[in-house]
């Protein structure tokens, strides 16, 4: 856990607003929960109050109470749930998965929704909890994003770009507000900038800024999205920190042509960071 530990320090040290620990681009589900544990008190432990903490929890209803429940007791801020994924779920039952996670939490959850099957009713429900203080929306499906937040304008819950930062442009402009970034693990102050103009309604500024990181996000959608945690690992060992493979099933290695594209987009972006661009 010592490299997990140098990664949180510098990105708490960027005053990164939320570490979500334990999410996808943790490798959550190729992570034993032994390991979950793990990474989320090396976490909790590394960020030193710098940044919020959430634990990013799932699997099993049972298996994420009980997950949550020792990453409060290890001083998490918040818990993040996971889309539960089982090839037979009913969506209102999703839903109640997060209903149920909230209940027993004793800090704010987030609901990380990756289907576009929710109703809006479902949704409503999930903004109208008192213990779930946002929804992570990870679908493409603007216009149900749209009617969900006009349904929901009476809920204290916000929405967040489940996306990355080139989807948070359309996003804020729905009403959604912050975003998830793979790429803050390698450029925080990028990503901050990004936020930064959003939050001012700067669109033109925000754009620029993805942009200038649009190739990297491109590379991370290859092979199905198989490559999404292997660009930001390598990315992150071509800035100096070696964080291993991704393990199966994710692409564990670029090849060659792969990486020196990528060398390419990380020398330009640390360029560009430099002079101020």
Known sequence: MAKLSVLIKKMADAR?????????????????????????????????????????????LTEAKALARDAIAAGADAIMGHHPMD??????????????L???????????????????????????????AGIKFASGNLMLLAEV????????????????EGWAPAFYAMGARGFTSGLVNVFPDRSHAIHQALEKADYARAREL?????????????????ANVTVVKEAIGMLGTDVGPVRTPGVETLNEAERSELRNIVE???????EGI
């Open 16 to 60: 990164v607003h939320n570490l979500m620990v334990a999410g996808n681009t943790g490798e959550f589900f190729t992570l034993t929960l032994d390991e979950v544990r793990d990474v989320h008190r090396t976490a909790i432990e590394a960020a030193d109050g710098k940044s919020l903490v959430s634990a990013a929890v799932g699997r099993s």
């Open 268 to 274: 330009r972006v640390k360029r560009e960071m430099a």
């Open 210 to 226: 993805i942009d200038g990181i649009a190739s990297f996000e491109a590379m991370r959608t290859k092979y199905n999205n198989g």
């Open 149 to 164: 937040i006009r349904a929901t304008k009476d809920a204290p819950a916000i929405w967040v770009c489940g996306l990355a």
């Open 87 to 100: 090839p037979f779920a009913g969506p209102s039952y999703q839903a109640k998965y997060f209903l149920e």
């Open 102 to 132: 909230a209940d027993a939490s004793t800090v704010p959850v987030i609901a990380y929704v990756r289907s576009d099957g929710f109703s809006v009713q479902d949704f409503r429900d999930l903004a109208l909890h008192p213990n779930i």
